[in-house]
């Protein structure tokens, strides 16, 4: 009950920071409000790229998406050649709407993402005419040297575990800035205030959603 008191403080003075940061900034209590929302914000787009997110799989978006004959370019589609999976992360680059979690957002209105590849950041910043970013409570730091702090200590740790890379934060459990093959903290991208040619919706969970 605290704990979800203290989200909802902290979202609300997140929400407005990131408005002041050009944003459209939203804060909902649970994952099934963060549902409805998000299908409302994006319901009159026509084809959807979804980044590399457990928080958006997580929340069945995609399967709704889907329901409502929707062209969906995912590329955790199981049993993908490399041709097909590179040619969707290129497509999701190129839809109407690009739909994704964030690594770290700071009360301070910036938003930090890292990648491997980078189809999940080029598309956050150019290409789709809405982004919608959905991010769980959990992600959310006091500044911005803590939102970069955490994707080190956290996030990268845990992705890399979960995709079972041969790292050595996925067996440590620390980050030591790696030269592995298999790194995928390669691109560090900041959202300091609104790109100027893309619309970006920020939906606040007061869940602990994602890596």
């Avoid at 979804?50 to 955790?76: F, M, P, Q």
């Avoid at 050649?81 to 957002?105: D, P, V």
């Amino acid at each position: 009950m605290e704990r979800q008191w203290l989200w909802e403080k902290i979202g609300e003075r997140t929400k407005e920071a990131l408005k002041a940061h050009g944003f459209d900034s939203h804060y909902c209590s649970n994952r099934s409000e963060a549902k409805e929302l998000a299908l409302e914000l994006i319901k009159d787009f026509q084809t959807f790229g979804i980044g590399g997110s457990n928080t958006i799989r997580s929340l069945g978006i995609i399967e709704e998406l889907k329901a409502k004959g929707k062209t969906v370019y995912d590329h955790w589609i199981p049993d993908l050649s490399k041709e097909e999976e590179l040619n969707i992360r290129l497509m999701q680059g190129r839809s109407q709407c690009f739909i994704t979690s964030a690594n770290a957002i700071s009360e301070t209105g910036e938003i930090v993402n890292v990648d491997g590849i980078g189809n999940r950041v080029s598309a956050m910043c150019f290409g789709p005419k809405k982004v919608l970013i959905i991010a769980g409570m959990n992600k959310v730091r006091p500044d911005l040297e803590s939102a970069i702090k955490r994707v080190r200590e956290v996030a990268g740790p845990m992705r890399a575990k979960s995709l079972n890379m041969k790292t050595p934060c996925a067996e440590t459990g620390v980050c030591n800035d790696c030269n592995s093959p298999q790194r995928i903290c390669r691109i560090t991208t900041i959202l300091h205030r609104k790109p100027s040619l893309t619309d970006i919706s920020v939906i606040l969970v007061g869940e602990e959603l994602g890596f």
